[in-house]
Structures are given as structure tokens and as C-alpha cells.
């Protein structure tokens, strides 16, 4: 398999000890986000794996949006993810 050199790291070590490469990032262009391609972004993007720039453009995001998943993972976890979870996480 054949990895296009790019700028930053091709792999990271996230804060629960587990490995991340760029081959675990949703592929660039995708439309239909559940929330552990979400959670992958999101992760990525703390991790250093890739920038926000470069995540809001590989995927066509707004920052808001981007900032929603982020403020949605850090409180609820993957769950509040889930866009059928939403509505019960926004009156909690």
C-alpha cells in the first residue's frame, strides 16, 4: 500500500494509549457522517494527525460544525454524536 507523503505525522498515539493513522481518517469527500466518522475527525484533529484547516476542507465542514461534533464528543462522548441523541442531549 502506497501512502502519499504529507505534512504531519502519519501516525499518533491518542490519550488512551491506542494508534491513529491518516488510513483511519473517513475517506476525503465523504457526505454521509455517522458518528464514529465523526469521532475519528474530531480525534484526528486533537491528535495533531491533521489541522482543522486541512479537516474542513478535506470534508467540506464549516467551522461551526466542526466546533458542534468537538463541543458534542468532550460532553457526551461518541453518543452525543448520534444525531437521533441530539434532541435529548440539548434539553440535558
Known amino acids: ?7 504531519g505525522p502519519h501516525v499518533v498515539t491518542l490519550p488512551n494509549g491506542t494508534q491513529m493513522s ?28 491533521l489541522t482543522l484547516d486541512e479537516a474542513i476542507g478535506r470534508y ?3 467551522e461551526e460544525e466542526f ?13 452525543g454524536l448520534k444525531t437521533t441523541l441530539t434532541q435529548r442531549y440539548r434539553q440535558g
Open 1 to 7: 500500500m502506497y501512502l502519499r507523503k504529507g505534512q
Open 22 to 49: 491518516r488510513a483511519d481518517l473517513p475517506p476525503a469527500g465523504t457526505t454521509r457522517w455517522v458518528a464514529r466518522r465523526k469521532e475519528a475527525v474530531v480525534r484526528g484533529v486533537q491528535a495533531g494527525l
Open 60 to 62: 467540506e465542514l464549516s
Open 67 to 79: 466546533a458542534g461534533w468537538e463541543a458534542a464528543m468532550s460532553n457526551h462522548g461518541t453518543d
